[in-house]
């Protein structure tokens, strides 16, 4: 009966290690270009420098995406943004180590204004890239 216990108490937890193993998944694959974290159909219209980090607008026929992209790895902040109209920025900031984004807007027949950060060093578009 002891030994059947022992088995028991071994399959309970063998089955919460795994249960705990199939919840939090793994890590989500890292981009490795601007292209790659927006989607192999989206080709870059324009960009702008940060210093140690360019910010990248890309579009593919209906959806324009943001993704600011660090030179090298590194733990500094880095932000990308969009907005079509006015209306509010869709953003993604953080303390990420290769790039920020994508942040993803459909704005056909609108004008935008998209830009990034790098540590201090921001840009922000005017509105432009309309239609």
């Given at each position: 009966?002891?030994?059947?216990k022992?088995?028991?108490?071994?399959a309970?937890?063998?089955?919460?290690?795994?249960?705990?193993?199939l919840?939090?998944?793994?890590?989500?694959?890292?981009?490795s270009t601007?292209?790659?974290?927006?989607?192999?159909?989206?080709?870059?219209?324009?960009?702008?420098?940060?210093g140690?980090?360019?910010?990248y607008?890309?579009y593919?026929g209906?959806?324009?995406c943001v993704?600011t992209?660090?030179d090298?790895?590194?733990?500094?902040?880095?932000n990308a943004?969009i907005r079509?109209?006015g209306?509010?920025?869709?953003?993604d900031?953080g303390?990420?180590?290769?790039?920020a984004?994508?942040?993803?807007?459909?704005?056909?027949?609108?004008?935008?204004?998209?830009?990034?950060?790098y540590g201090?060093?921001q840009?922000?578009?005017?509105?432009?890239h309309?239609?």
């Open positions: 009966m002891r030994r059947l022992q088995g028991a108490a071994l309970v937890a063998t089955v919460a290690a795994l249960a705990g193993t919840a939090t998944g793994s890590p989500a694959m890292a981009a601007p292209i790659g974290a927006c989607g192999s159909s989206y080709h870059v219209i324009d960009q702008h420098d940060l140690k980090a360019t910010v607008l890309l593919n209906s959806t324009n993704v992209w660090k090298s790895p590194n733990s500094t902040y880095v943004v079509a109209g209306w509010a920025w869709v953003a900031p303390n990420y180590s290769t790039y984004g994508p942040v993803k807007l459909s704005a056909k027949g609108q004008c935008i204004q998209w830009g990034g950060n201090s060093t840009y922000t578009s005017p509105s432009e309309c239609g």
